[in-house]
């Protein structure tokens, strides 16, 4: 194998940069040219390819977001549009493809290789550790520590008023973030899409946590099936008269910053794999992590299997709240 590619794709995540480092200096390493994609897919349409070298990853394994940029492309949807990858690949004579990204990026770079036979590995790269085979995604242990640390300040404010807050953190369809994050900070309920929501029983829950305290801490993802932070604030608020509700919206805070050392080096050890794997032959993989292994998982696997947060965890927030 003479040129790989590596791209980056979807929502940005922090590690995606260290991901990057790993991959192009492991491919210098083995003799192999590394190819930089631009924006994704659309870079890949629209030929932005970058040969790399060692001056252009240095003094970036602590930034976050991704030097490569990151777009969604519709013209990546169409036969036509595919077809130009085709092209371009064979021009520059790209022989392997690294994607960094979730599942919709994953998606993506199965079709393409189905339709080309082009050796793909993926690296999952996304804060909503929503990927099947993996304990962990590159920038979830960033947005995690994010989260606590935005909470912990609310908190404060909180503590020095009558007040409830409700925090909405990302989490559109997997609750590992608001589930993990509600634990970290010692929340008084999390609201989380595997579970249904009873807003009854979380007036009783916020009841009994309050008996002699001034605040609490509802953390809510936001794919909960009873709205987001805001609409169950307004369903909230009769019940408490005598409390100040507020609701934040974390947002894209969440995605930002630099990682964490766990992301970094999980983010750089799941980068030499992935030329390694590429080099050796190996194709269609997705690199993750379990019991501090690197493990590989069939790239249509994570795709098409989802991963769960364990729900039993909710029983540590009910079993330190007040009675």
């Given at each position: 194998m003479k040129k790989i590619a590596v791209l980056t794709?979807?929502?940005?995540?922090?590690?995606?940069?260290?991901?990057?480092?790993?991959?192009?200096?492991s491919c210098l390493h083995y003799g192999i040219v590394p190819v930089g994609i631009r924006d994704g897919f659309d870079g890949l349409i629209n030929g932005?390819?970058?040969?790399?070298?060692?001056?252009?990853?240095?003094?970036?394994?602590?930034?976050?977001?991704?030097?490569?940029?990151?777009?969604?492309?519709?013209?990546?949807?169409t036969k036509?549009?595919?077809?130009?990858?085709?092209?371009?690949?064979?021009?520059?004579?790209?022989?392997?493809l690294i994607v960094i990204g979730?599942?919709?990026?994953?998606?993506?770079?199965?079709?393409?290789?189905?339709?080309?036979?082009?050796?793909?590995i993926g690296l999952p790269g996304t804060i909503d550790n929503d990927l099947y085979g993996t304990e962990a995604t590159i920038g979830y242990d960033t947005?995690?520590?994010?989260?606590?640390?935005?909470?912990?300040?609310?908190?404060?404010?909180?503590?020095s008023h009558n007040r409830i807050f409700f925090v909405e953190v990302m989490g559109r369809d997997a609750g590992f973030l608001a589930l993990n994050s509600a634990i970290a900070v010692g929340?008084?309920?999390?609201?989380?899409?595997?579970?249904?929501?009873?807003?009854?029983?979380?007036?009783s829950d916020i009841k009994q946590q309050n008996k002699g305290k001034r605040s609490s801490i509802i953390i809510v993802a936001e794919g909960d099936d009873a709205g987001g932070a805001l609409d169950i604030m307004k369903q909230v608020r009769p019940h408490f008269p005598n409390y100040?509700?507020?609701a934040t919206v974390l947002g894209h805070i969440q995605r930002g910053g630099s990682p964490t050392y766990y992301d970094r080096q999980l983010a750089t050890r799941a980068g030499v794999k992935a030329v390694e794997l590429l080099k050796d032959g190996a194709s269609h993989l997705m690199v993750g992590i379990r019991a501090d292994e690197m493990v590989t998982v069939p790239l249509k696997e994570a795709i098409e299997k989802q991963a769960i947060p364990d729900v039993s965890k909710e029983k540590l927030i009910d079993v330190l709240r007040t009675k």
């Open positions: 794709s979807g929502g940005d995540a922090p590690g995606m940069n260290a991901a990057i480092r790993a991959v192009v200096k932005w390819y970058d040969e790399m070298d060692y001056p252009a990853v240095n003094n970036i394994i602590h930034l976050g977001g991704t030097i490569l940029g990151s777009a969604r492309s519709e013209a990546f949807r036509e549009g595919r077809a130009k990858v085709v092209a371009n690949f064979q021009q520059h004579g790209i022989e392997g979730g599942d919709g990026s994953f998606t993506g770079a199965h079709v393409l290789s189905q339709e080309m036979e082009l050796k793909v947005a995690l520590n994010t989260v606590m640390q935005a909470v912990d300040k609310i908190r404060d404010t909180a503590s929340a008084e309920s999390v609201l989380i899409p595997e579970t249904v929501t009873d807003i009854d029983q979380l007036v100040d509700l507020r």
